[in-house]
C-alpha cells in the first residue's frame, strides 16, 4: 500500500528543505501585455528573432448578445449585502434569422417523418414481409432517435466567462492587494504508465503548477492507481523542474504552459512585458532545461531497474524507500533573474490508494472518490476538478473562466459543475476518424446550454464539492444536513471536514502531519472504505459499478436540481490527445456506449429517477443511454447490398419509386437542418461529415459490441470492461507524427463492418455485370430500380470511406490512392460475374444467377 506524499507544496515532509514550495503566496497578478511576439525559431537554435503580432478574435456572427433579468430565486442568495457583485458571463443567443428557420425546419421534418411512416404501414407491400416490418420498426426508431437528439436545440445558448469583471472584483479591488477568489482542488488521473505516457502527465501537472490563479488558493493532486514507482519519482523530478518553469511563464507570460505543447510550435506567441532579446535568452535557457528534463524522465525506467537490482542482490535490513537518487546539482533557477517575479508553487501532492483483491477499487470513480476525500483532509477547497493525465491546461486562464459561472449573482449559487469542451491536438488534419466530434462539443452543448445545462463529460470539468457529496442546491436545501458516518464514512477528520465544507471554509495552510493523521489519510484513501456501508459510489461522490462514470454522476446531480454551465473560450481553456488508432479509438467508444446503455438499466433509468429533471433535460439523459440500439436498424439496412447477389429482383417496398422519394426527402431534410446548425456551431462540413461517417463505421461494430456485452453480462455477470485507451504513438520510430493513425489491429468487432465493406463493392460490381448482360432486357421499370438501388450502394461506401482507408494501412497515406482501388475492385467484381455467368450458361443453363 502507498501512502499519500506531498511530493512538493505545503506542509510535506518530503520538501521541508524548500520553504519556497511550502509557503503560499499569491500568484503574480501582472497579466497585462504591452506586445504579442512571436519567436521565429522556436528550437531555441539561433538567434531567436521575434516580430509582433496582432490578436486573433473570434466571430460570432450567426450569435447575438441575449440579456437576462437577475433570477429572483438565486439572486437573493447570491448577492453580498450592501452591493451587487457584476455579472461575470454573457449569454448569446442564435440569431432569429437563423434559428426561427431552423425551428421550422425542423418541424417539417417531424411531419416528414410521421408521414413517411404512415404511408409505410398503410402500403404493407412487400417481396420479403420479415424484412419490411424490421425496417418500418427501424424507421419508427431513427424517427424517435432523431427527436429525442434534436429537441434541446431548440434554444441553443452560447455563455462567454468575463475575465476582466472577475479579475476586477476579486482581485483589484481588494483593499489588501490579495484575492478573494476561492479554492480549487485539482486533481490528475492516471492509471498506467506504459499506456499514459510519463511525459503527458507530467506536463499536465506542469500546466497546473503554472495556471493564472493565486498559489495558496489551490492544490494540485497526482492520482496514481496504478501504484508505479516511475511516476513517484518523476512528480519529484517535475517539482524540481517547475521551480523554473513556473516564474519563466509568470515572468513572460506564455502559453500554453504545458512545455511539451509550448516548444514544440512553431511562432509560438508571447504577450510578456520583457524586451524580446531578454525573453529569447530566458527562452533559450529553459528550452535546454527541458530537454534535459526528458532526458531524466527517460531514463528512469533504467536507474530504477538498476537500484533494484543492487538492492536485491544486498543484503539490507533496513526497509527500501522510493528515491531519485543523488541530488543533481541544478543552477535552473538562479540562471535567470527572477527578482520581480513570484517564484513559489502551489503545494503538489501525490496519492496512490490501496487495492485490496477482498474489495473492489471501482476503478476511476473510485479513485475520484478517494481523491475527494482525502483532498478535503490536505486542503477542502470548496471547488474540484479532475483531469485526465492525457490533457493539461491550455489558457492559463482556465479555471479563472470556470469561478465567472459559480461567482456570478445570477444562478451562480445554484451551479453544481462548469463542463469546458475537449479539444485534441494530436489529430490528423482531416480527422479521419472523427476525434474533434466537433458536433457534439459545438452543437449539443451549446443547446444543453439553454436547458439545465450540459453534463459531465469526464475530464476538464469544475464541480462544487458540496454538489459531489449529493447536497441538495440552495432552493431545495433543508436548514439542517445530516453529515454521519452512514453515508460518509467513519472518519471524524473527514466528517468534520464536510462539516466546514458546509460552511463554504477552505483550509489556507495544510495541516500538521503527524502518524495519526497519516493514519487517517490512509483509511480513507483505501479501496476498503467505501463499502464500510457507506453512501460513496451510490448518492455520494462519483457513481460506481458504471462504465461511464461521468453521464450517470452528472445524471445524479441535475436530478437533484442542480444546473451546470458550458464554458467556452477564445483560447481553448483545455487540450488532451485522442487515440488516433481506429481500433482504439473503437474501443473507447464500447466504453462510453457501453457504459450509457448500463445506465438506463440501472437505477440512475432517466425514465424514472432524477425528481427534479427539466422533462427535455430527460429526453436528453434518454438518448443518452438507448442511442447504441439504433446500431441494429443501420446493420439491417447496411447489408441490403446483399440483395443484388440474389438473381431476383427483390424489393423492400411497393411502389418502390415513391418509397425512394420518400426516403430522399426525409434524408434531404437532415442535410438542410444540418446546414443551419453548423452555421450556429461554428462547425465546418467536414465535421459535420466526419461526424457521419465515424458514426456509420462505429453503429457497425463497436455499438452493436456493446450491446452484445449488455446481453452476456445477466449470464456473466460482468459488465463492459474498463479498458486505459492507449495514446502512445509509434512517431518515435517515423517521422511522420500521425503514423499510429495507419496501424490497424483486427478484432472481431470489426468483423460486420468489414462484411459490409466487402458486400457493397461485391454488390456494386455484380450490379455492373448484371447491366452488362441484363440490360437490353430489363424493363425500364426495373432499370430504374436499379439505379434507385445502386444510390444506396455508392452512399454506403462513401460512409464507410474512412474504415476503407484503415484497411489500407500505410497505402491510406494518400487518400486519393482510394479513388483508382475502388474502380478497379468494382471492375474486376463484373468481370468475374460476367465470366461466371457465361460459363453457367453454357454448362448449366438450369442455373441463372
Known amino acids: 500500500m502507498s501512502s499519500p506524499v506531498l511530493a512538493a507544496g505545503g506542509g510535506g515532509a518530503a520538501c521541508e528543505e524548500d520553504a519556497n514550495l511550502r509557503e503560499p503566496l499569491l500568484a503574480n497578478g501582472d497579466s497585462g501585455a504591452l506586445a504579442t511576439v512571436v519567436v521565429a ?39 453580498e449585502s450592501g452591493s451587487e457583485r457584476p455579472l461575470l458571463f454573457s449569454n448569446k443567443k ?97 492509471a498506467d504508465p506504459v499506456s499514459e505516457p510519463v511525459l503527458y502527465t507530467m506536463n499536465c501537472v506542469l500546466s497546473i503548477l503554472a495556471v493564472d490563479y493565486p498559489v495558496d488558493r489551490y492544490t494540485c493532486y497526482l492520482a496514481d492507481d496504478s501504484g508505479a514507482l516511475i511516476l513517484y519519482e518523476a512528480l519529484v523530478k517535475t517539482a524540481d523542474f517547475s521551480a523554473l518553469w513556473v516564474p519563466f511563464c509568470r515572468k513572460h507570460s506564455v502559453e500554453p504552459r504545458a512545455p511539451e505543447s509550448y516548444f ?46 543492487v538492492y536485491n542482490n544486498c543484503a539490507r535490513a533496513s526497509e527500501p524507500k522510493a528515491s531519485t537518487g543523488p541530488k543533481e546539482a541544478s543552477n535552473n533557477v538562479t540562471a535567470l533573474n527572477f527578482d520581480r517575479v513570484d517564484a513559489r508553487l502551489p503545494m503538489l501532492v501525490y496519492v496512490s490508494r490501496e487495492k485490496s483483491p ?27 476538478i479532475n483531469f485526465d493525465c492525457d490533457h493539461y491546461i491550455n489558457n492559463s486562464q482556465a479555471l479563472r473562466a470556470a469561478m465567472c459561472f459559480f461567482l456570478d449573482p445570477r ?128 448518492g455520494t461522490g462519483y457513481i460506481y459499478n458504471i462504465a461511464t462514470e461521468d453521464i450517470v454522476t452528472g445524471y445524479r446531480i441535475h436530478g437533484q436540481g442542480w444546473l451546470s454551465m458550458y464554458c467556452t473560450m477564445e483560447v481553448d481553456a483545455f487540450r488532451g490527445t485522442a487515440p488516433i488508432n481506429l481500433t482504439e479509438r473503437l474501443y473507447q467508444i464500447i466504453r462510453w456506449s457501453g457504459g450509457s446503455l448500463e445506465v438506463f438499466f440501472s437505477p440512475y433509468n432517466p425514465l424514472f429517477s432524477g425528481r427534479r429533471l427539466h422533462l427535455i433535460q430527460r429526453a436528453v439523459y434518454l438518448n443518452f443511454t438507448i442511442y447504441p440500439v439504433t446500431s441494429l436498424f443501420i446493420l439491417l439496412y447496411a447489408f441490403c447490398p446483399a440483395m443484388w447477389l440474389i438473381p431476383d429482383e427483390i424489393l423492400i417496398q411497393k411502389p418502390f419509386t415513391r418509397y425512394v422519394v420518400y426516403v430522399t426527402i426525409v434524408v434531404a431534410l437532415i442535410h438542410i437542418i444540418g446546414a443551419l446548425e453548423i452555421k450556429w456551431a461554428g462547425v465546418t462540413w467536414r465535421d459535420w461529415w466526419r461526424n457521419e461517417q465515424f458514426f456509420m463505421t462505429a453503429s457497425l461494430s463497436a455499438y452493436p459490441t456493446a450491446l452484445l456485452h449488455m446481453v452476456v453480462k445477466p449470464l456473466t455477470g460482468k459488465g463492459i470492461h474498463f479498458r486505459v485507451t492507449s495514446k502512445q504513438t509509434t512517431a518515435e520510430e517515423d517521422d511522420d507524427k500521425y503514423a499510429d493513425m495507419y496501424e490497424m489491429r483486427w478484432v472481431p468487432m470489426l468483423i ?33 430500380h436499379a439505379a434507385l438501388g445502386l444510390l444506396f450502394n455508392v452512399w454506403m461506401m462513401a460512409m464507410l470511406q474512412p474504415f476503407a482507408l484503415a484497411v489500407m494501412g500505410r497505402w491510406s497515406k494518400r487518400p486519393a490512392i482510394l479513388l483508382v482501388l475502388l474502380p478497379v475492385a468494382f471492375v474486376v467484381v463484373m468481370l468475374v460475374y460476367i465470366c461466371v455467368h457465361a460459363i453457367l450458361i453454357k454448362f448449366l443453363p438450369f442455373i441463372v444467377i
Open 41 to 79: 525559431n522556436a528550437h531555441g537554435s539561433g538567434g531567436g528573432g521575434v516580430k509582433v503580432k496582432g490578436a486573433v478574435k473570434t466571430k460570432d456572427g450567426y450569435w447575438v448578445d441575449d440579456v437576462h433579468k437577475l433570477d429572483a430565486r438565486s439572486s437573493a442568495a447570491d448577492l
Open 94 to 190: 442564435v440569431k432569429a434569422s437563423l434559428l426561427y428557420p431552423y425551428r421550422v425546419l425542423i418541424v417539417i421534418r417531424l411531419v416528414a417523418v410521421f408521414l413517411f411512416i404512415g404511408w409505410r404501414i398503410k402500403h404493407h407491400n412487400s417481396d420479403v414481409m420479415w424484412f419490411w416490418a424490421a425496417s418500418v420498426a427501424g424507421d419508427i426508431w431513427f424517427a424517435f432517435s432523431w427527436l429525442l437528439y434534436q429537441l434541446p436545440k431548440y434554444n441553443p445558448i452560447k455563455r462567454t466567462p468575463d475575465l476582466a469583471a472577475l479579475r476586477r472584483h476579486n482581485d483589484d479591488d481588494q483593499p489588501d492587494g490579495g484575492s478573494i477568489l476561492p479554492g480549487i482542488d485539482i486533481v490528475v488521473t492516471t
Open 264 to 309: 514544440e510550435k512553431e511562432g509560438m506567441i508571447y504577450t510578456g512585458r520583457s524586451p524580446s532579446d531578454l525573453f529569447v535568452k530566458d527562452y533559450q535557457h529553459v528550452r535546454r532545461e527541458y530537454e534535459k528534463f526528458k532526458v531524466r524522465l527517460e531514463t528512469l525506467p533504467r536507474i530504477i531497474q538498476e537500484r533494484s537490482d
Open 358 to 384: 477482498s474489495y473492489e477499487h471501482n476503478k476511476k470513480a473510485g479513485a475520484l472518490n478517494a481523491q475527494l476525500r482525502i483532498s478535503a483532509l490536505l486542503s477542502n477547497a470548496p471547488f474540484f
Open 411 to 538: 444562478e451562480g449559487g445554484s451551479t453544481a459543475f462548469v463542463q469546458s469542451p475537449q479539444r485534441f491536438e494530436n489529430v490528423d488534419p482531416t480527422d479521419r476518424y472523427g476525434n474533434h466530434n466537433r458536433v457534439f462539443f459545438d452543437g449539443v452543448m451549446y443547446a444543453l446550454n439553454g436547458l439545465q445545462g450540459p453534463t459531465y463529460l469526464g475530464t476538464g470539468c469544475m464541480f462544487r464539492r458540496l454538489a459531489l457529496y449529493g447536497v441538495d442546491p440552495p432552493r431545495w436545501r433543508p436548514d439542517e444536513i445530516m453529515v454521519d458516518s452512514n453515508r460518509f464514512g467513519n472518519s471524524m477528520p473527514f466528517l468534520n471536514s464536510v462539516l466546514a465544507a458546509l460552511k463554504q471554509e477552505r483550509r489556507i495552510a495544510p495541516p500538521e502531519i503527524d502518524e495519526a493523521f497519516r493514519a487517517e489519510m490512509t483509511m480513507v484513501v483505501s479501496s476498503s472504505y467505501d463499502d464500510q456501508g457507506t453512501d460513496w459510489g451510490r
Open 752 to 784: 460486420p463492418v468489414a462484411v459490409v465493406l466487402f458486400s457493397n463493392v461485391m454488390a456494386i460490381g455484380v450490379a455492373m455485370g448484371k447491366t452488362v448482360v441484363y440490360g437490353g432486357s430489363w424493363p425500364p421499370e426495373r432499370r430504374g
